[in-house]
């Protein structure tokens, strides 16, 4: 289980590094490919982590 919280904390990390130092988010109100790409791993991993834990019951 760390490990599916492992990922999503690190998903979540990358995509707020991405977004602090990336110049086109950071100038833009719109997010870049990157930054798309970035949240649609971190929402991949919660959304993996809550059919894990959904799967403990």
Known sequence: MSSQGDALH??????????RTCRQCHADSARCAVAKHLLRLYNNARRSGGRAGAGDR
């Open 10 to 19: 690190q998903a979540q990390t990358d995509y707020e590094q991405h977004m």
